[in-house]
């Protein structure tokens, strides 16, 4: 992306745009790229700025606005959950970014970040099974067929070598979807009739259902020792899915704890219980996976910096590739004082 001389315009990624820069590059490249951005912003967290996510629910589901900045870059996101929108023909999640220079204010990027999200959602539980999950691990169930999966699926062979996927899903067209999507892709698919014959063998267990709601995805009875969970669904007050005693019975990692005590599986526990931040496992100050007999579960619900660092790495990504639109966005009269004089010429 070459410096612009016209102050008033942005790059801006359309989802056209996006779109052939995912394909242009590849969506396992893309992903593996993305984990080494997320690692180095993990291993840095300290210095970010954190908030938990700003919401306006509803009963229809919820918008929200992720920020972050670490003191250079700004980054934010605009995304909502609204799960019941495929009855309209609507995506269930929607999302856009921002990523500006914090010295200036001036936005550097404006894109798209629904197919980010997807990408950087896959990109972060791959990099958090990187520590987590058992080691060897090739087998992996996903219970929830919908947009997210065959990110799941490909960011997991691309990261760990996955080779073995057991789908599951109340719809059995959402499964099938998912099969189709993935056919040629290098993965042994089982489309499985029950979430209990979905998890039966599997190393790694992804539940990423859309229901806004407590529900119970995984029973206690349906996870074994040294298997590591991926449970990607929960993300708001009152959502989750899996059992209690599933939770209470692994060592839990976390992104950020005060978001997570809100939205994630924890929401269930008393706050006193112990929970690992992931930072602290990739910065190396604590262990992750301790035992091949260990239960670990990442309690994702998503995060500001997981999106600043899938912003960064798409700005690089813009620099290389130059697949962007030029917005005029900002106001840039030729004296900066004098906004009213420029719209004053503007008509004559």
Excluded at 303 to 312: H, K, M, N, T, Y
Aim: glycine letters at 8%; a negative charge; one cysteine or more.
């Amino acid at each position: 992306m070459n410096a612009m001389p016209k102050l008033n315009v942005v790059p801006f990624v359309s989802v056209d745009s996006m779109m052939k820069l995912v394909m242009k590059i590849g969506v396992e490249r893309f992903i593996t790229e993305l984990v080494a951005y997320l690692e180095e912003d993990f291993r840095r967290w300290e210095v970010f700025d954190k908030t938990p996510r700003v919401g306006s629910h509803c009963d229809d589901g919820v918008i929200e606005l992720m920020p972050t900045s670490d003191g250079a870059l700004y980054g934010f996101k605009y995304v909502n959950g609204h799960p019941y929108n495929n009855r309209t023909g609507r995506q269930t999640v929607t999302a856009f970014g921002v990523l500006s220079d914090l010295s200036t204010g001036y936005p550097m990027m404006i894109t798209e970040m629904t197919i980010l999200t997807a990408l950087r959602t896959a990109a972060t539980s791959a990099m958090a099974a990187k520590y987590l999950a058992p080691k060897g691990a090739r087998t992996m169930a996903i219970i929830g067929n919908g947009a997210q999966s065959e990110f799941q699926a490909l960011a997991f062979k691309a990261v760990l070598g996955i080779d073995k996927l057991r789908l599951y899903d109340i719809d059995p067209a959402a499964t099938r979807k998912c099969a189709a999507n993935l056919a040629g892709r290098g993965f042994t698919i089982v489309e499985a009739r029950t979430a209990e014959e979905a998890v039966a063998g599997a190393d790694i267990i992804t539940t990423v259902t859309a229901d806004k709601k407590s529900a119970t995805v995984l029973h206690d009875n349906m996870v074994g020792e040294g298997v590591h969970i991926n449970a990607v669904g929960g993300d708001c007050p009152g959502k989750t899915e899996l059992a209690r005693d599933i939770v209470t019975r692994s060592d839990i990692f976390v992104e950020y704890p005060p978001q997570t005590w809100i939205e994630g599986e924890i929401q269930q526990l008393d706050r006193d219980h112990p929970i690992t931040e992931l930072w602290r496992v990739i910065s190396g100050q604590t262990e992750g996976r301790k035992s091949d007999r260990q239960i670990t579960l990442f309690d994702s619900v998503g995060f500001a910096i997981e999106d600043f660092s899938a912003l960064r790495y798409l700005r690089d990504q813009l620099a290389a590739n130059g697949v962007y639109e030029e917005l005029d966005l900002l106001a840039d009269p030729d004296e900066p004082r004098d906004l009213y004089g420029m719209l004053l010429r503007s008509v004559a």
